[in-house]
C-alpha cells in the first residue's frame, strides 16, 4: 500500500525566515506533484516533477526529488505573509490511470 | 474557459436522501476523478473515469456511484446519503495519465453536510 507521509503538519514561521516541507513515500514512482490549498478554497498546482533530481522554482518555493530516497522537498526562502496556505504533495500509484495518493498537508502560517 | 466546474457549490441532505453532483470540463480531458476531503486527511480518491462511457473504483467507493456518458461530465451519485459522507468533494480533470501533461487541474468543490 503506498503511503504519502508529509512533515511538519503545522509550520508557524516568521517572515523572511526559511524552511522546508519534507514529502516521504512508501513505494516507488517517478512522478510528484505539489499543490497549495487556500483556506475555503481548490487546489491549485504548484509544481510537477517527473523524474530523479529534478529541481523546479517558482518565486520563493522550490521543490526537488529524489527517487532513490523516495523523497521531494518544498523549500521556502525568506517567507512572506502570502504564502499562508496548506501545501499538499501527491504522488502518482495509478500507472496509465494517473491516480494520486495525498499526503496529509502541511499548514503554513507565516506572522509578521 | 471555464476549467472544471462543479454543482452545487453547497448542500445539506438529510440521512436517507440521494444526490447528484456534477462536474463539467472544458479543456477536453480525457480523465476525470472525484476526491473527498476531510479535516487532517487530505484528500482520497473515490471514483475516476479514462474516457467516455469508463468508470472505475478509487480508494474509497461504497456509497457512491458514477458515470461518464460525455467526455466533459463526470456526475458522482449518493443513493442513500450518511454522515459519514460529510465532506468536501472536489473534481478534477487531466490531459493525460503520464508524461508532462497529467498534471490534474481541480474544481472549486462542493461542500456537503448530511444530518
Known amino acids: 500500500e503506498l503511503k504519502v507521509e508529509q512533515n511538519p503538519l503545522f509550520l508557524s514561521m516568521q517572515e523572511g525566515k526559511n524552511y522546508t516541507i519534507y514529502c516521504n513515500y512508501s513505494t516507488t514512482s517517478d512522478r510528484l506533484y505539489w499543490y497549495r490549498q487556500d483556506p475555503g478554497k481548490s487546489l491549485e498546482s504548484l509544481f510537477v516533477?517527473?523524474?530523479?533530481?529534478a529541481v523546479k522554482q517558482e518565486g520563493r518555493l522550490m521543490a526537488s526529488l529524489d527517487t532513490k530516497a523516495r523523497l521531494s522537498t518544498l523549500h521556502i526562502t525568506a517567507a512572506v505573509h502570502d504564502l499562508s496556505a496548506t501545501y499538499f504533495c501527491?504522488?502518482?500509484?495509478?500507472?496509465?490511470?494517473?491516480?494520486?495518493?495525498f499526503g496529509k498537508g502541511t499548514k503554513l502560517s507565516v506572522k509578521p | 474557459n471555464a476549467g472544471v466546474t462543479q454543482t452545487p457549490k453547497f448542500r445539506v441532505l438529510k440521512t436517507g436522501q440521494s444526490m447528484t453532483l456534477l462536474c463539467a470540463q472544458d479543456?477536453?480531458?480525457?480523465?476525470m476523478y472525484w476526491y473527498r476531503q476531510d479535516p487532517g486527511m487530505g484528500l482520497r480518491l473515490i471514483h475516476y473515469?479514462?474516457?467516455?462511457?469508463?468508470?472505475a473504483k478509487g480508494e474509497v467507493p461504497d456509497g457512491y456511484n458514477v458515470s461518464r456518458l460525455k467526455k466533459q461530465n463526470f456526475l458522482l451519485g449518493l443513493e442513500s446519503a450518511a454522515p459519514s459522507q460529510t465532506s468536501v468533494y472536489f473534481c478534477?480533470?487531466?490531459?493525460?495519465?503520464?508524461?508532462?501533461?497529467?498534471?490534474?487541474?481541480f474544481g472549486p468543490g462542493t461542500r456537503l453536510t448530511v444530518t
Open positions: 473515469s479514462v474516457g467516455e462511457g469508463t468508470t
Open positions: 479543456m477536453n480531458h480525457e480523465y
Open positions: 478534477a480533470s487531466s490531459y493525460a495519465s503520464s508524461g508532462s501533461r497529467d498534471e490534474q487541474y
Open positions: 516533477l517527473l523524474s530523479n533530481g
Open positions: 501527491a504522488v502518482n500509484y495509478g500507472g496509465s490511470q494517473g491516480n494520486l495518493i
